[in-house]
């Protein structure tokens, strides 16, 4: 089983195999358990539709997954193991819920935060070496700029890499070298804009169990639909994946060589383009005239959505004409329209 291809693992991993049992695990909502079996109480001992879940992505990113309420449930985890004094080095474009989490803590007392530009190679090997903890998004939100994870690795800092861009079939971390891989599963994983789960894997059995442990303590767990529509999601992501990147290559060269376009950010793979108008006014008009695009906050789904991202709390510090486009599986000549007469 551990030699099938990701593409084959996104499809069997995490189905029962036992005769008489349902070719996919079912949503189960239990909260209690006749006492004496492998569950007692669901906030501690998990689920069967949750463990389904956390074998099949902990199948692709190879390692143990624990599954939470949300990503920024998995992200809040993540930093509940580090002490108070730890000193955090993120990206200085990133995920404006995780810096918020890390600023919130920072006046708390709990955390030092630095800030290093993602492609400050030099800044970030130095962070390796004097921190307690690489927080890496390759690529990052929103910008799209990439960083190399496995030179950071085995160094003073630990390196926790949010995955949630690239998906589990894009890049697996853990093989770099990082300690902890985070996903927002309401994004790729998920797939359809329709449910909210985050999920934390490392191939480190005790501190999967340290990250379980803060899953019981705070209480961060996922529903049961939401599991079980998150492995449903799963079940497609290498053929949404490959058909989304495809369409976003196309629309990021497009993009490029439209006069009214000025810098397009997509790194050469996935399925995100940031792109840039001149300023906020044009942005918001270019937002305001799609039609078949949707202008809406969130990505990873079927559906495309775009929005200005500076107009979002928490990240006025982007370029105020930036626009981050998440490409969704509608006809890539049918979006190219849709774009045409917007930038128009
Ligand atoms: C959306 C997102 C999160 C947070 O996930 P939620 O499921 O919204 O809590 C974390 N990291 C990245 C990169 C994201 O895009």
């Known amino acids: 089983m551990t030699d099938w291809s990701p593409r084959t693992k996104a499809i069997v991993a995490g189905r029962p195999t036992g005769a008489g049992e349902p070719l996919n695990t079912p949503i189960v909502p239990a909260s209690t358990y006749v006492a004496g079996g492998e569950f007692a109480y669901s906030r501690e001992d998990g689920t069967p539709t949750w463990n389904a879940l956390e074998e099949a992505i902990g199948a692709l990113e190879g390692g143990h997954a624990v599954s939470f309420a949300s990503g920024i449930g998995a992200v ?13 080095a993120v990206p200085t474009f990133s995920y404006a819920g995780t810096r918020g989490l890390l600023d919130h803590a920072a006046k708390m007392g709990r955390l030092q935060v630095r800030r290093v530009d993602p492609a400050d190679t030099e800044g970030w090997a130095r962070a390796a070496a004097e921190t307690d903890l690489l927080w ?12 190399d994870v496995a030179p950071l690795t085995g160094k003073r800092a630990k390196v926790v890499v949010d995955n949630t861009f690239a998906s589990p079939l894009g890049r ?23 449910l909210l789960l985050g999920l934390t894997i490392t191939a480190d059995e005790g501190l999967a169990g340290e990250l379980r442990a803060a899953r019981t303590r705070n209480g961060a767990t996922p529903g049961a639909l939401e599991a079980w529509l998150a492995l449903r999601g799963l079940r497609t992501l290498p053929v949404r994946l ?3 990147s495809r369409t976003a290559a196309l629309l990021a060269e497009r993009l490029a060589a439209h006069p009214a376009v000025g810098k397009v950010g997509y790194p ?31 990505l990873g789904g079927v559906e495309s959505l775009l929005e200005r991202r500076a107009a979002w709390s928490g990240d006025a510090h982007v370029p105020a004409g930036l626009i981050r486009f998440s490409v969704g599986l509608e006809d890539p000549e049918d979006l190219w329209r849709d774009l045409e007469q917007a930038l128009r």
């Open 76 to 88: 809040a985890a993540v930093l509940d193991l580090f002490p108070a004094g730890t000193e955090v």
């Open 136 to 147: 890496i998004e390759s690529p990052t939100n929103p910008t799209l700029e990439l960083i």
């Open 242 to 244: 490959a058909e989304q």
């Open 172 to 194: 697996q971390p853990l093989s770099h070298g990082a300690d902890i891989v985070v996903h927002s599963a309401t994004k790729l994983i998920g797939g359809h804009s329709d």
């Open 268 to 298: 050469g793979e996935g399925t995100m383009i940031a792109f840039e108008m001149p300023d906020a006014a044009s942005a918001d008009r270019v937002c305001a005239s799609v039609r078949l695009i949707v202008h809406a906050t969130s």
